[in-house]
């Protein structure tokens, strides 16, 4: 962690997931841009646990093509010299992300600033690399708060979370977010936690929730919640975990936090269609689950 008690003038301080990022950003602009962006999460008097700062540089240069790990459509995540960084393609300013040994201080390279380097790509990318560190995971998930309790739900993209987001909203359940969710495994209990990165439904809100069951995406005709057994949650848990998975021990580390989730959390199927009425299915599955425990 790093002590830095004083936040200053070209600083931002957030906390996604109990982790504080303090944004060291030298233009006035794009931090205000930055706080509106991320307001529902300032924490101006949290210690910053990842520390990211920009200098001015004339130019950023791309990553040859056997330095490069892995890419998306924007970025390139690179290892040169024992240095890992990222690379960012733009027409007009590029930028180059560069981590120190433990990931936790990061500083970007850029003749210009683009802002939603910093509103969403840089950071989401950070939490790739890193939360396995602080025993969490990043989940493609939507989270809701159903009957007091925490739920996940979980699909790859376009398997329906925001889809079940706008039908529990309208069933009067607490949305968190609908497309990205942290989970922070302890010993007692996992608490699942909203990020400001949402899907289709322009709305998050910044709670956290003991999280009780994880349910996985089905589209089906029929509405169904059925039991998954536990070798199979994991493996699904894991393919809808986003991690940046550039070695084998943070495979086997987040292979690990997938298992513990599931060995606490009851997990499900669930099936369902634009007519579902969640209220009803959710009804019944808990008065069920309440006569079990019974």
């Not at 602009?29 to 910053?48: G, K, N």
């Not at 709670?207 to 995406?217: D, E, N, Q, T, W």
């Not at 029929?222 to 021990?249: M, S, V, W």
């Not at 209220?279 to 309440?290: H, I, M």
Request: aromatic residues 10%.
């Amino acid at each position: 962690m790093h002590k830095l008690k004083t936040i200053l003038d070209d600083e931002t301080r957030i906390s996604i997931g109990d982790i504080c990022f303090s944004l060291l950003i030298p233009h006035a602009e794009t931090l205000r841009t930055v706080r509106l962006h991320y307001r529902d999460y300032l924490a101006p008097d949290a210690l910053p646990d990842i520390v990211i700062s920009v200098k001015n540089k004339p130019s950023a240069e791309q990553p040859k093509k056997n330095n490069i790990i892995m890419q998306g459509s924007s970025w390139q995540l690179y290892q040169r010299d024992g240095e890992l960084g990222i690379y960012f393609s733009h027409k007009t300013n590029p930028a180059i992300a560069v981590f120190d040994n433990h990931i936790g201080r990061v500083e970007v390279f850029s003749s210009g600033i683009n802002p939603s380097l910093f509103l969403y790509l840089l950071p989401e990318l950070v939490l790739g690399l890193t939360l396995h560190d602080y025993n969490a995971l990043f989940v493609h998930a939507c989270g809701l708060i159903v009957k007091e309790k925490g739920c996940l739900f979980v699909a790859e993209s376009g398997g329906g979370k925001s889809t079940l987001a706008r039908l529990a909203l309208n069933d009067g359940f607490t949305l968190l977010n609908d497309d990205r969710i942290i989970v922070a495994i302890n010993e007692d209990m996992n608490i699942m936690h909203s990020t400001p990165w949402h899907g289709e439904i322009d709305y998050v809100s910044n709670l956290s929730a003991h999280l009780s069951c994880v349910f996985f995406l089905e589209k089906s005709v029929k509405p169904y919640i059925a039991f998954i057994n536990k070798r199979d949650a994991i493996i699904e848990l894991f393919k809808n975990t986003f991690a940046l998975q550039i070695d084998t021990g943070i495979i086997q580390k987040v292979l690990a936090l997938c298992s513990s989730v599931v060995s606490q959390t009851q997990c499900y199927r669930l099936g369902f269609n634009l007519q579902t009425s969640l209220r009803v299915l959710f009804d019944e599955f808990f008065r069920q689950n309440s006569k079990k425990e019974g």
